[in-house]
């Protein structure tokens, strides 16, 4: 059975737009966790780019 669109109706229409909404759930996750990485790697260089001015600092740890 389908609608007017040509798409089906009822619960083929729910299943396919589930698999649909997981598939993308499945990418959100992704690009999450790479984001999350990439944050980690940021605040990581961030720390060294930190010590390593205060070291060029006149007057400290020198």
């Known amino acids: 059975m389908t609608s007017n669109g040509g798409q089906p109706s009822g619960l083929p229409r729910v ?5 649909d909404l997981r ?8 690009v ?16 060294v780019l930190e010590q390593d001015l205060a070291a060029r600092r006149p007057g400290r740890g020198g």
């Not at 299943?15 to 698999?19: F, K, Y």
């Not at 598939?23 to 992704?30: C, I, K, N, Y």
């Not at 790479?34 to 260089?45: D, I, K």
């Open 23 to 30: 598939g993308l759930t499945q990418q959100l996750v992704r």
């Open 15 to 19: 299943r396919a737009e589930r698999d």
């Open 32 to 47: 999450v966790h790479v984001l999350e990485l990439e944050g980690n790697a940021l605040r990581e260089v961030n720390g």
